[in-house]
């Protein structure tokens, strides 16, 4: 019997722009943050206080121990999102992780792997462009076929977000920061999700052109790109052809054109249209829009130098991801929260994000050799990762788990 269940506890871990958001979408959603973990522990009691948080600490198992939390939310820097993942899965509790999930391939491995253990536990990766009604509007034409065969892909994206802060970690690239890593993956994600084509070889440039501002000179240097741009051919014959340029000074802006053999489609922020290619003398239709502004009350958690440049679509994303995730948790079957029913149906994977650092790592050595370089293939032996969405089973099942039938193999072709 279908019954609606109390949302459970969310502990955060970060205390960042993002985790300062995504706090306030889940407490305005009926959601309970139980306790926030931060690197510095003064950062987490500022934030704790101000967002009227319970517990702070800055020990991780502080947080995955507490007994309140059920749902760890990973909102900070890359370097420390996998090792937090793979522990909160370990333990049984479900995730939802920012891309990119570590520093490289074999980080963003290890957590799938550990994901891969309890099947039924939800473990998902935040690409909130996948929400965006006109991102979900252009797959689903794209599958009908509106546009034919899918030939060309071209993405753009360009803004002036201020980098002109104290250093940290996204001035070095070494430690995950940069332009491609922190927004670049949400485009490569968004491409692969709209047209179902994944990349097989790439060629990439990183660029860093501002490398002191008047609050990081001296020694300090960003090695973090702020520009880059690269091609890639995919598995079923398109061509994709991406820019990202953080040095145009305004709002944050993008483009995602697909050009097929019979019409293209272009998502231009947040506006999706369509147009055939019979001849020039037809103006493009409409099809579907985003909200165009920032959610309401959202700006308020934000110093004010920083709401002026929020990225919206990531926001608007953002906020539809936690429409469905409310949605995806609210009810339970048998006494079991039943998760997966459709409400996060376009929700990333951590097998999406590991084919997105095996993109991202081949762009980032493309850049160094100055050559095509070839994309890592994960094949998967097993494509049932248990869609029964059944997250309270996991501990209870633990030691079935590594059956041959929740087995995953990956090899890299």
Known sequence: MDQEVQLPGVGIFGT??????????????????????????????????????????CRIEDVLLNSQVELACIKCPPFLQSQIAVKTLRIGKMVLCDSPAGLGFSDAKRVLDAAQYYPSLMALITYYLRFLPTFMEMKK?????????VQVIEVRVHCGLSIDVHFNWFHDQRIGGGFLTNFGTHFIDIVSFVTGQKAKKVHGFLKTFQRQTDKVSGFREITSDDFCTF???????????????NNVPG??????????????????????YGKTCKGPDEGMELLQEDTQEIPKGLESVFPEDIAKQLPTPFLVGMTKFVDSLKEALKKKIGGRIMWNDG?????????????????????????????????????????????????????SNGNNSTTSSNSTNLMVV
């Open 16 to 57: 960042g722009l993002t985790a300062r958001a995504i706090i306030y979408l889940l407490q305005t959603h009926g959601f309970k943050v139980e306790a926030i973990w931060g690197k510095i522990e003064d950062d987490a009691k500022i934030l704790a206080e101000e967002l009227n948080i319970p517990f702070y600490t």
């Open 343 to 395: 409400h996060l149906s376009s929700a990333a994977t951590f097998e999406d994000t590991l084919y997105v650092q095996s993109v991202l790592e081949s762009v980032c050595r493309s850049s160094r050799t100055s050559v095509w370089e070839q994309v890592e293939t994960i094949v998967n032996s097993n494509t049932d990762t248990g869609s029964s969405g059944d997250s309270s089973s996991a501990t």
């Open 141 to 149: 034409r794209i599958s009908e076929g509106y546009i034919g065969d």
């Open 231 to 245: 091609q890639m051919q995919m598995d079923k014959g398109a061509y994709c052809d991406c820019t990202l340029n």
């Open 251 to 272: 709002k944050f802006t993008y483009e995602v054109l697909v050009l097929g053999s019979k019409a293209y489609l272009q998502a231009k922020d947040g506006f999706l």
